[in-house]
């Protein structure tokens, strides 16, 4: 996992994954975390298919589209079975759509601690 500071410094050198958009200790101010996934030259097709999926999930995921959001994320884990990311999300979606969080929700999730 890398920061937005961090993505900003390798450029287009690999092939990133957008997730959770973070308020560290201390930081008021939210940045964007990215995964690693794969340099960019070697990144094979169906992987570029998937994170074009996974985006869309997570627009929709921040937006608090949270029905349409668990839709595309399964459609990325049932392209990855081992897709813990993936699982994850869906089951935060699945969690919001239960109970949905507060009207002001930005999608964006405060660290406790370093």
Partial sequence: MISEYTRKKIGDEFILR??????????NTPLRLYELLELAEQAPAPLLDTLVIWEQALRHYEKGNFREAVRLFRS????????????LYINR????????????????HTLTRK
């Fill in 18 to 27: 957008s997730l959770d958009r973070v308020r560290v200790v201390g930081i």
């Fill in 93 to 108: 979606c699945e969690e919001f759509l239960r109970n949905p969080p507060q009207p002001d929700w930005q999608g964006i």
């Fill in 76 to 87: 990325v884990a049932d392209r990855n079975r081992e897709d813990d990311t993936a699982r």
